[in-house]
């Protein structure tokens, strides 16, 4: 389950987000990995839930690893909010 306020990434394909999984753990970074909700639209069918504390964080390693998510979403009282891509 993801809980409110907490952000879902969405990868292209299974293999970016088992790197992404990969990397967070060697990190250290909690985080969750779980199947994509289905009102989401992802060519993947997993996706990585994590604390808002921690966007800054998530956002600035996989970059650097150039395994930015391909969509994110923020989990809301009635449901997701798409947000915004930066560049």
Do not use: N, W
């Not at 997993?46 to 970059?63: F, H, N, Q, V």
């Amino acid at each position: 389950m993801i809980r409110e306020q907490h952000y879902v990434a969405l990868f292209q394909s299974t293999h970016r987000v088992l790197a992404a999984e990969k990397l967070l753990k060697q990190e250290q970074v909690p985080f969750t990995l779980l199947p994509a909700p289905r009102e989401l639209s992802s060519a993947c069918g997993l996706a990585i839930s994590y604390d808002p504390e921690l966007a800054a964080t998530i956002d600035r390693l996989l970059s650097a690893a150039g395994l930015r998510p391909a969509d994110l979403f923020i989990r809301e009282e009635t449901g997701f909010r798409k947000l915004k891509k930066e560049g």
